[in-house]
């Protein structure tokens, strides 16, 4: 731990509204507003923004690669999945319908596929961009910012972008087959099952997924992590919710890792959440100061 560094003026640390009080409903309109707090955060901080722009521009060449190698192989799929045409007309119309159902399938599983291939290929970036906004909040680094330092964020989060990558497909994917089997026996069931509870998940793993790379430069445990969904799931909810539909229009993206940094830093100053580095440096100065005390005589 290092002596907390001159601080430079900090982005309102101490003045923003605590996110998460209130009642449920409140709590929930609080943090899909949040969502939206990124942008005017960065007009607030051009170094901010640079990173932005950087990070902007490297996931859409990710995307751009993974979706050009989609669209050489979108014919190969159809052809290899269809049959002859017949020769009737309700033969055909049915070759044209089953055809055109490949070629969406395939485009959503591209654009999903990008998505993931996006995630890890972006988190050292995002890491960069999740501190360099920590900083503008607080005023100053959590730490200093050496090569070890920046070495250990890049690599812890691409594991963790990549173990939150697994998480969702297996946890989508688990929702998806609850829902179809439901569906079978009760069709409304099964669809209500998997658009509330799907979207449910969806906001929570946007939210989680936003929040870790601030949690991970800070070297908060993933048990404490875990805790924090708990203390505020309305607020998540509601930024999640938003994100979601932000995540895709790729110039949003880096913004919503913004908007979450922003928002863990508030959960930090109000007590609903915990970066380790941050504790430390506040009990650092608080010792420093009971140090600097005269005793009483």
């Not at 995540?247 to 928002?263: E, G, N, R």
Request: proline share 6%; glycine share 8%; aromatic share 14%.
């Amino acid at each position: 731990m290092t002596d907390t560094p001159k601080a430079q003026k900090p982005d309102r640390a101490t003045a923003w509204p605590d996110p998460n009080a209130g009642s449920a409903p409140r709590r929930f309109l609080a943090g899909a507003k949040a969502a939206f707090g990124g942008f005017g955060f960065v007009t607030r901080h051009p170094k901010v923004l640079i990173w932005c722009a950087a990070a902007f521009v490297l996931y859409v060449i990710v995307m751009s690669i993974v979706l050009a190698f989609a669209a050489s192989w979108d014919e190969r799929f159809v052809q290899a999945l269809m049959w002859e045409r017949g020769p009737a007309w309700w033969q055909s119309a049915l070759y044209e319908m089953a055809r055109a159902g490949l070629y969406v399938l395939w485009w959503i599983v591209a654009l999903l596929a990008s998505f993931t291939a996006a995630l890890p290929l972006m988190a050292p970036l995002f890491a960069f961009l999740a501190e360099a906004t920590e900083t503008a909040f607080y005023g100053f680094p959590s730490e200093e910012q050496t090569f070890a330092v920046l070495a250990r964020e890049m690599i812890q989060g691409v594991i963790r972008s990549l173990m939150l990558v697994v998480l969702n497909v297996f946890a989508a994917g688990f929702i998806w087959l609850v829902g179809f089997g439901l569906g079978l026996i009760f069709p409304p069931l099964g669809t209500a099952v998997a658009i509330v509870i799907g979207g449910g998940w969806a906001a929570l793993w946007y939210g989680l997924l936003g929040m870790n790379y601030t949690f991970e430069n800070n070297q908060t445990s993933l048990a404490k992590q875990m805790q924090v969904p708990q203390r505020i799931a309305p607020l998540l909810l509601g930024y999640g919710t938003v994100a979601h539909l932000m995540s895709y229009f790729p110039p949003f993206v880096p913004f919503i890792v913004v908007s979450a940094t922003v928002l863990v830093c508030r959960l930090e100053t109000h007590g609903h959440a915990e970066l380790s580095l941050r504790l430390g440096q506040r009990r650092s100065a608080e010792q420093a100061d009971l140090a600097d005390t005269p005793a009483a005589s």
